[in-house]
């Protein structure tokens, strides 16, 4: 054991959107050693987490429980006296139904620091995102949390008559196993028959689905909706506002299936903008763009620049790296003042002012055909370099077959990547998913890193009529956002059946 004890914080992961986990909960999560999760914890939080966390799955399920709740204690108290930082992952609040409390005596007896997190409550945000409010000035002006799940699976001791008469909104956590005895409790104690009820399963995730009835029918309803956990039931005449306020579902993007492709170290906007929609989405980073150690290719061109009279960036990482490595060799922008500058796709044309450097050329049409032809325009002649991935020729040899003089320079190197998700490629696509591309590499690599034997059966929608062609090539059903931005991509899969 460390001389120095380390700490537990408890924090509230929210319901699962990662977007509800609180400021001061992400911060403490950021800086774990240790990440003890419960089942109920979504991929998405757990993502959050530092790399080199290590991770530890306490998660229980109804009858069922991977790790007794006093070894959890310990798994606690161990790590936290071996000085690690441990964040103790509970879905919802830990102190509402989570055993917080439990999981903190055993840290006070051993004199261990510890901070609560609270998080926001899965029965308040699953109605929520079904569009039902808790309260109401015109229906209930109080809430009743209540558990469905009591020890030892008995729910006599709840007090049925005193609900009832609060004449509040009740929510019942865990309780789709009792549902039948918790609905006949509030019979026996005098409810009305008639009092709206609703069931929100797997709340603020792609999957969620909502169950609205009555107090009357709501436990032969749920049989046929096949009803299963998680899910938050509520009882009270707010639920009846439930399919007026509805927002979440009513996407039109909800709870499609798309495949988010995307290199390893780019961040996540299309992801989270579509997870914020309710579409389920496979994050797939399905390329990897390495850096070229002791690249020759580029210390001949930088060395060589003066033999040329245009320099072109096939994509914003030949300039990246292209720059780093000319500032390594201590050189800046000044060493390509004589040559005439261009650049393929407003990425690459953005990444280059960021370096000093406003390209001459740069097409609106972001194609090798259209780039050739805007040199032919601009009647560039001499000597010209493009800058451009090892495995992807297609600029160089596009300007080759136009007649120009052209070289071409490896910026780096592009390892693609297989599906590493809960199921292979091929079952998500013939369960109806759609797949979005970003860029042309994105194609390449989607296509590389998996084995689809037929590829005319994915439904790829694109960004820019170079990743449309690339789609194209590969024989799919091709469409094509409007716009070359995130915008018009998630528009265009909006429109998708």
């Not at 261990?112 to 609270?118: C, K």
Request: charged share 25%; glycine share 8%; aromatic share 8%.
């Amino acid at each position: 054991m460390s001389e120095k004890k380390g700490r537990v914080i408890l924090i509230g992961a929210g319901p699962g959107d990662k977007g509800l986990i609180t400021v001061k909960g992400l911060e403490y999560l950021k800086q774990a050693d240790v990440v003890v999760y419960d089942r109920l914890v979504s991929s998405d939080v757990l993502s959050l987490s530092p790399e080199g966390a290590e991770f530890i799955n306490v998660g229980k399920v109804m009858n069922h429980h991977n790790i007794p709740q006093p070894e959890i204690n310990k798994i606690l108290l161990n790590k936290a006296l071996e000085g690690k930082n441990v964040v103790r992952l509970k879905g919802g609040d830990p102190f509402v139904f989570g055993r917080g409390g439990e999981e903190l005596e055993l840290l006070i007896e051993n004199n261990i620091e510890y901070e609560v997190v609270p998080g926001i409550t899965s029965a308040v945000s699953a109605l929520a995102y079904a569009g039902i409010p808790v309260t109401h000035r015109d229906f209930a002006s109080s809430i009743h949390f209540v558990t469905g799940h009591a020890k030892d699976g008995l729910v006599e001791n709840i007090d049925f008559k005193a609900l009832v008469a609060s004449k509040g909104t009740i929510l019942f956590y865990m309780g789709v196993s009792t549902l039948s005895q918790l609905i006949n409790g509030l019979i026996e104690a005098g409810i009305d028959k008639n009092t709206p009820c609703a069931a929100v399963e797997n709340g603020t995730r792609s999957n969620m689905r909502t169950l609205i009835s009555t107090v009357e029918n709501m436990v032969s309803d749920a049989e046929k909706f096949q009803l299963r956990s998680p899910a938050v039931i509520a009882v009270g005449k707010v639920c009846s506002l439930g399919d007026k306020f509805a927002w979440y579902t009513k996407s039109k993007i909800f709870s499609k299936k798309i495949i988010v492709t995307r290199p390893v170290v780019s961040n996540n906007i299309l992801t989270d903008r579509l997870k914020n929609l309710g579409a389920e989405v496979i994050d797939y980073p399905c390329i990897k763009i390495n850096e070229i150690e002791n690249n020759e290719s580029l210390f001949s061109l930088i060395k060589n620049l003066d033999k040329y009279n245009m320099l072109v960036f096939a994509s914003k990482n030949s300039a990246a790296y292209f720059f780093k490595t000319l500032n390594e060799n201590n050189k800046d922008s000044r060493a390509l003042s004589h040559l005439v500058i261009g650049a393929l796709g407003k990425s690459t044309y953005d990444e280059l002012k960021k370096y000093g450097i406003c390209a001459d050329i740069m097409p609106a049409d972001y194609t090798f055909t259209a780039f050739a032809k805007s040199l032919k325009m601009a009647e560039i002649h001499g000597n010209i370099a493009v800058l451009e991935a090892v495995q992807d020729k297609r600029l160089s040899d596009e300007l080759k077959n136009n007649g120009f003089n052209v070289t071409s320079y490896n910026a780096y190197d592009i390892k693609y990547l297989p599906l590493d998700y809960i199921k292979p490629m091929h079952e998500y696509i013939d369960n109806g998913a759609m797949a979005a591309f970003t860029s042309s590499a994105a194609v390449h690599g989607f296509v590389r890193g998996n084995k689809i034997d037929d590829l005319s059966k994915i439904k790829a929608v694109c960004i820019g009529k170079l990743t449309y062609e690339t789609a194209l090539n590969y024989k799919m059903k091709v469409y094509m956002a409007e716009k070359p931005t995130i915008d018009s991509l998630i528009e265009k899969l909006k429109e998708m059946e």
